[in-house]
């Protein structure tokens, strides 16, 4: 009986909970933090399992029993109540059932990070820059609503107005597990501020989301990095172009560079762009696990394909198409506005359809 096969997988679980409940006390182990972290987030992965497992058997042990009343109880009260029973808990048992096999199903183990984000202006020119901004907006907003931390780390403004590039962090719960699905070409179908003959032009801009890393996610030895200073530019007091406060930092071993010029304080500044070199440095690892999975699923939902068309935003119908799932909807102002969770739940319901197939569980 399928029933009889999962609740055996759950139950061969929980001596493996036993012992990380053991391990997570024991002081070697909380010293080495690496480890710590690592059993930590098992645990309570495997608590959220074994609470499902003690949710399913309780359901089904009430079915059982109403099925039982049925068959024996004679009084027309008590069928009835049985009945009643019987309704409200077999439709539940399938979601219960689907929910545990997904948290069967290991999750990408980045998807509690903080996330580093990138907007550039592609095709189009200034309308690309333009709609770089429009995009740092609909995020800025987004992450306003979820109740999520946004730091912009460097910024180089469009000629007109937006940006040709922003980079900023974003912290809080889930964030880069949520955001992941942003990654790709954004293309835009509109008449640009800058045309006079209100012909619709197409533009694009790509975004880049990046799991930040932790400093035990990667070792990074001083003697690789190089650092400059240089005086801020742009917005930002008395301070731009007199002091020495922006930081770049160069990893020589594989050539990235990251800069920030966002605080005053060049102390602050080096401190942001080390997470963001750690981070980037990370993504050329993490993006071999990107195109692993890139290489199973069909949605290609969040392999991180930058250079994949993801999205389409047309202003004069007022439609966003996500060419992932093939989904459309007619609120692009809202959309615009911040309003994007939506698309993302539909992200997540199509990419969990592809780990259940995968996993065949």
């Not at 930081?247 to 942001?272: F, M, W, Y």
């Not at 996500?322 to 990419?351: K, W």
Request: aromatic share 6%; glycine share 6%; proline share 3%.
């Amino acid at each position: 009986m399928a029933e009889t096969s999962l609740i055996e997988k759950l139950d061969a679980l929980q001596h493996k909970f036993d012992e990380i409940s053991t391990l997570i006390t024991d002081p070697s182990v909380i010293s080495d933090q690496k480890r710590f972290v690592k059993l930590n987030k098992e645990y309570h992965d495997l608590q959220e399992i074994l609470t499902a497992r003690d949710e399913y058997k309780l359901a089904l042990s009430h079915l059982a029993e109403a099925k039982e009343i049925l068959d024996i109880e004679s009084d027309p009260e008590m069928r009835e109540m049985a009945k009643a029973e019987i309704e409200a808990i077999e439709p539940k048992i399938p979601q219960i059932e689907e929910a545990i096999k997904l948290l069967l199903i290991p999750a990408d183990p980045e998807d509690g990070k903080n996330a580093i984000v990138e907007i550039r202006g592609g095709t189009g020119g200034d309308e690309a820059a333009i709609f770089a901004g429009d995009l740092f907006k609909m995020y800025t907003r987004y992450c306003e609503s979820k109740g999520w931390k946004l730091e912009v780390t460097s910024l180089s403004e469009g000629t007109i107005g937006g940006y040709k590039e922003i980079i900023f962090t974003v912290s809080g719960q889930q964030v880069y597990g949520t955001l992941k699905y942003e990654s790709g070409v954004h293309r835009v179908q509109r008449v640009p501020q800058t045309e006079t003959q209100g012909r619709v032009h197409t533009s694009a801009a790509t975004v880049a989301v990046l799991p930040e890393a932790e400093e035990f996610d990667i070792e990074l030895k001083e003697s690789d990095v190089r650092v400059d200073t240089f005086c801020s530019s742009g917005a930002g007091g008395q301070s731009v172009n007199t002091t020495y406060s922006a930081i770049r930092l160069v990893h020589i071993p594989t050539g990235i560079t990251v800069q920030c010029q966002d605080e005053k304080s060049q102390h602050k500044n080096k401190a942001k762009a080390m997470v963001e070199l750690r981070s980037r440095i990370y993504a050329i690892e993490h993006q071999k696990y990107l195109d692993e999975i890139g290489s199973k699923r069909k949605t290609m939902v969040s392999t991180g394909d930058r250079s994949a068309k993801i999205r389409t935003y047309n202003y004069p119908q007022g439609r966003i198409t996500d060419h992932r799932i093939n989904y459309t909807i007619y609120n692009l102002s809202a959309f615009m506005n911040g309003d994007i969770q939506s698309v993302i739940d539909q992200l997540i319901v199509a990419e969990n359809a592809e780990r259940l197939k995968e996993s065949e569980l």
